[in-house]
């Protein structure tokens, strides 16, 4: 099945999701990603028909990307947006392939998308502070730490606390502005109205 794709890196993509993408559902029940508190339950009761069908109905509110590998187009995982007053929330799981630059990538191409082509000023993050992997990939790809909030997730009966991170578009755009000229050429988006990059509203 052909893909769209939204916004291409040097590794990975961004794409709509497609069916497939929601039916290997025992992914979904792997304990390191449920561990860090992602929320894989309406993945997993949901017919993957019917994920599909609101994915792409609540689109201009909760944009939501499969994460593609270039070259052989595996499926990766999810990485998503919803929305927080008007800062955007990032979440993101790699299902497979975690530990090899991919997730950082993604990350990356997402707040090109936010920040570049969406407009959007803020997006910040939650994350367990003891999922040092994923602290590691959001701060390569541009977010600051900004606050630890005690207990603020409950998993079974353990609470965890979670680091709160931002990212803001000036300066993120200042700072990674070779890759966003290079993402957005690659991908089809004109560069003409840089900056700030207002592409689509
Ligand atoms: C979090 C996630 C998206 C990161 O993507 P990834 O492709 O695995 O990460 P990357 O390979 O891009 O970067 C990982 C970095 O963390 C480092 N790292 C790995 N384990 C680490 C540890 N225990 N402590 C500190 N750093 C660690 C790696 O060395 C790498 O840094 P480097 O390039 O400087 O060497 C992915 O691992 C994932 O989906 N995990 C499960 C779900 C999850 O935790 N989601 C986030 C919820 S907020």
């Known amino acids: 099945m052909s893909r769209t794709i939204l916004l291409r890196g040097d590794h990975v993509s961004l794409a709509l999701p497609i069916r497939e993408d929601f039916q290997d559902l025992s992914l979904w029940n792997d304990p390191e990603y449920r561990c860090y508190g992602s929320k894989p339950n309406a993945v997993i009761t949901e017919d993957p028909e019917?994920?599909?069908?609101?994915?792409?109905?609540?689109?201009h509110r909760e944009?939501?990307?499969?994460?593609?590998?270039?070259?052989?187009?595996?499926?990766?995982?999810?990485?998503?947006?919803?929305?927080?007053?008007?800062?955007?929330?990032?979440?993101?799981?790699?299902?497979?392939?975690?530990?090899?630059?991919?997730g950082t990538e993604a990350v990356r191409l997402g707040l090109t998308w936010t920040f570049a082509i969406k407009n959007v000023p803020t997006v910040v993050l939650f994350v367990t502070t003891d999922n040092k992997r994923a602290i590691r990939a959001y701060k390569k790809a541009g977010f600051k730490e900004v606050a630890v909030i005690p207990n603020m997730l409950c998993i079974g009966y353990t609470?965890?606390?979670m680091l709160l991170m931002l990212a803001q578009?000036?300066?993120?755009?200042?700072?990674?502005?070779?890759?966003?000229?290079?993402?957005?050429?690659?991908?089809?988006?004109?560069?003409?109205?840089?900056?700030?990059?207002?592409?689509?509203?």
């Open 63 to 102: 944009h939501y990307f499969s994460i593609i590998r270039n070259g052989d187009e595996t499926f990766l995982g999810f990485l998503s947006f919803s929305s927080l007053i008007s800062a955007q929330e990032l979440h993101i799981g790699l299902l497979r392939e975690r530990g090899k630059g991919y």
């Open 159 to 161: 609470y965890k606390d």
């Open 169 to 201: 578009q000036d300066t993120w755009l200042k700072e990674n502005r070779a890759f966003v000229e290079d993402c957005l050429k690659r991908s089809g988006y004109p560069l003409d109205a840089l900056p700030p990059l207002h592409i689509i509203q």
């Open 50 to 59: 019917e994920r599909i069908k609101k994915i792409l109905k609540n689109w």
